[in-house]
């Protein structure tokens, strides 16, 4: 779909920095943080988090709790649908 085509051109782009880039997808967000981005000790596996779909659906007394014990930066990023690249 055109929203993997997204993620994956951003996976490429940070992997050909030097990231080790994890992708994960699901709903809710929180539920992914909780399984994903900590390993069986409770430590945060990532060093920063690039969110696309965040915004959508989240409860804030789950989602922000997680985010602060991940203690990593977090970047909101957004998709612009309807314009070409040169707009």
Same mark, same amino acid.
């Given at each position: 779909? &055109?929203?993997?085509k997204?993620v994956?051109? !951003? ?5 050909? @920095?030097? #990231? *080790? =880039?994890a992708?994960?997808v &699901?709903?809710p967000? +929180?539920?992914?943080i909780a399984r994903y981005y #900590?390993d069986?000790? &409770? @430590?945060?596996r990532v060093?920063?988090v690039?969110a696309?779909?965040?915004?959508f659906g *989240? ?10 014990r991940l &203690? =990593?930066p977090? =970047?909101?990023? !957004?998709?612009?649908?309807g314009?070409?690249?040169? +707009?």
């Amino acid at each position: 779909s &055109g929203q993997l085509k997204v993620v994956r051109a !951003i996976v490429d782009a940070l992997e050909a @920095r030097g #990231f *080790n =880039v994890a992708a994960t997808v &699901g709903y809710p967000a +929180d539920t992914q943080i909780a399984r994903y981005y #900590f390993d069986p000790a &409770g @430590r945060p596996r990532v060093e920063a988090v690039v969110a696309l779909a965040m915004k959508f659906g *989240n409860v804030p007394e789950k989602i922000v709790p997680l985010l602060e014990r991940l &203690g =990593v930066p977090v =970047v909101n990023a !957004i998709t612009l649908y309807g314009k070409s690249q040169a +707009d």
